[in-house]
């Protein structure tokens, strides 16, 4: 049986492609971290315990393993040191790591469009494009694709590049949908007016069709999408109200009530030694006007029919938010 190595499954995507591996007949070796796993068992589940920051913790879980699918990381930190520390040197340790290994084939990493920076209005960025974080988080996800196209394995290296995900048990996305729910449309002044996103349904229907796929020839990037690469935060808004079905109040909010809100909440955070999700990275790629991806390529590589659409991926995310209680 294949064996795929997991890091990051039980977070919010690995909660959904730990599943789909399972149901593809996969063998999973799940590496957990503080968070347990807690998903329904499966004979072809295993869980072992481990920490992507220590070569030792990872070196005995490796033998057998066919892939791995790296998806451990962290999306908010206080400095650019920290943010280079969980994400790209734990990718450069696991890939050195990996190397010794020659049953492993191939390596997949889960970056970010962060790691390729934001596109002018109206021109989604493509794979050809050349690479500008404005982040400290997309600068280290660009950090941790370097090193891992660096490193010495002999296994294939994929990398995908989402945009936001969203999707059923999304804590980062909730945020949006509670603003909708409460009636506010917000106008961000000068700020973000065009996105690309994806439902983590078909983000997972995509690793798991890149994974030892034997059309992939050599080392690889590839950006991802719902199909439709241009979203106007107009339109977003306009869905949210469709599907929570409240109407939104029009609330401006200018440039330097986000500047000073991330300021603030990462004082707190660092004063606290947690990093809060909206902070001054996420402010830098907030500010930008356009943050747009084609998914061309992966479309076509994969043959892929999008299942989940913006405003049916939206309603899907807002009924499990009520079902759950989370709204
Ligand atoms: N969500 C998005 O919109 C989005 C967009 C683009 C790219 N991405 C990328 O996709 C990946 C997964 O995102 P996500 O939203 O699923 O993140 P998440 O919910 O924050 O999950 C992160 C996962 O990484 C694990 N982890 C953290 N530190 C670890 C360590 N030292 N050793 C082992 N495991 C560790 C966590 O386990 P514990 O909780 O137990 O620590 C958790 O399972 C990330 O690399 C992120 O950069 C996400």
New binding site residues.
Partial sequence: MTRIFL????????QHLTPLLLENGYDVSL?????QYAGPHHPNLSTVQ????DPNSLYNLLEKVDAIIH?????SETTLYRYIK?NAE?TQLLAETASRFPSIKQFIY????AAAGPSKPGHPISEVHSANPVSEYGKS?LMAESRLLLSPGNFQKTIIR?P??YGPG?P?FLTIFQVAHHQIRPIIRHGIQELSLIHVADLCSMIVGLLLNPRLTHDDIFFVNDGKDIHTVDELFTLLQKATGKRGIPLPIPIEIMAGSAYFLELIGTLRGKAPLYNMSKYKELKQPSWCCKSEKILGFLEYTIKYPLEIGLKDTYTWYRQHRWL
């Fill in positions: 890091t990051g499954g039980t977070g919010f995507i690995g590496l957990i971290h503080r968070k481990g920490d992507i920051r998806l451990a990381g962290s999306i969980y734990t889960i970056s970010s469009q996800k989402p936001v995900v999304d980062s």
